[in-house]
């Protein structure tokens, strides 16, 4: 998933990165008679603090002027180099950090904030690369417990060791319910590896695939190789627009579309693609006989279902017949993550089945998904499901005093909105 089409809004961001470096070293003190330890101790005590201010007064000074994230190795800090990043939204707050947690471990560590009073961070090898494109700031990390990690606008979008969980969620279960999926529209999935996923299942002739950001395309393209099959791959068709746009100006019908977009939070660009009008009047209609449409959903956890899973879902029932929630643990999203399939058709195989169709379909093995697995993803908790049947919300888009404005509305509300 990638910016526009990645896992997080986007928001109002401002990329501030700098860096500091510093020795080890203390400056060298020479002791005379009667100087005891504990006058070296309060020393190294005012230097250790006057350096901190210092560093303290650089960084701020540094990210006012819009410095760039330094490249280059960050563990093992031979000659104590420390290097800082961190990207801001608006207003100055961090939503993800490049800092030495702790000096003594001496390594460097990206730190991502969850929530308000969660943080999830882990240690670097070192900082890959980092721009910035017209619409959003990208990093690639290579981390040590998740390989390489591609970062937009301060939020993870996807790990090497684990991507495979999240793309086979979002991917096969869709095309092995589908009677003969030949066409394939995919909103955003710029890194690739949607549609390398999808072009595994013998059945497909045809796969579009929209993503505004051409300069994320491109970067994709370049540093993550695992996908490169996928972008020769002549089945496939790259456009650079708004899916929305691109959907409404097409009159061609797809077996599948697929929503491999940002959250729909709140200010996000993603946030019309999301709502009732835009499933009911653009994603629907262009939709074949059989036709199955499938969203990544956000987290899905005890706690965070509440955010955007529960509201996408429900929203989702309004528009199609049937509707199948489900969900997976991505270990380097810190979370459960959900996705949501719909349609006017039946969606039911029982895991033989799903099976089967894998092994007649699907080129090569899955690493992650086979029908057991399907089966029991689709089976939510308790917590989750008490949620969703408790407390319907609908994306809606309406316009208030000539302004466009969305919000995730109760099914009252909703009614009363129309």
Known sequence: MTGYQGRRDKGEVKPLVGFVRHKESIDPMVFKLGHTKGDFYRYAYRKMMMMMVLNLIRIIIMSSSGSRLALGPCPDLDGRNIVFGSVLEAGG??????????????????????????????????????????????????????????????????????????????????????????????????????????????????????????????????????????????RLELIINDARVELEKRDDKYDVIIGDL????????????????????????????????????????????????????????????????????????????????????????????????MKQRINGENRYLDGKTFVSASTLSKAVRKSGCSKIHLWAWTRFSSQARSSCLTRDEFVHER
């Open 262 to 357: 940002a959250d729909p939070l709140e200010g996000g660009p993603c946030y019309q693609l999301y709502t009732k009008t835009f499933y009911e009047l653009t994603v629907k209609p262009r939709l074949m006989e059989g036709g199955i449409f499938v969203t990544q959903a956000g987290p899905a956890g005890v706690f965070s279902h509440t955010e955007v899973f529960s509201c996408i879902f429900n929203t989702l029932k309004q528009v199609f017949k049937y509707v199948v929630p489900y969900s997976a643990h991505i270990p380097s999203y810190a979370d459960i993550w959900g996705w949501v399939m719909a349609s006017d058709y039946p969606i039911t195989l029982s895991p033989d089945e799903l099976d089967l169709r």
């Open 93 to 234: 707050k961090a939503r993800g950090e490049i800092k030495l947690r702790n000096p003594s471990r001496k390594s460097c560590w990206y730190e991502e904030e969850i929530e308000e009073n969660l943080r999830w961070c882990f240690a670097l090898n070192s900082i890959l690369h980092t721009g910035a494109t017209q619409f959003q700031d990208i990093q690639l990390l290579d981390t040590k417990p998740f390989g390489k990690a591609l970062v937009i606008d301060g939020k993870l979008q996807s790990a090497e060791i684990d991507e495979f969980i999240y793309h086979e969620s979002l991917v096969h279960p869709p095309l092995l319910h589908h009677p003969n999926p030949k066409t394939i529209f995919v909103m955003g999935g710029g890194e690739g590896s949607t549609a390398r996923e999808l072009l595994r299942h013998k059945t497909v002739n045809k796969v579009v695939m929209c993503d505004i950001d051409e300069e994320v395309v491109e970067f994709c393209k370049s540093y993550l190789a695992v996908n490169s099959e996928a972008f020769g791959d002549p």
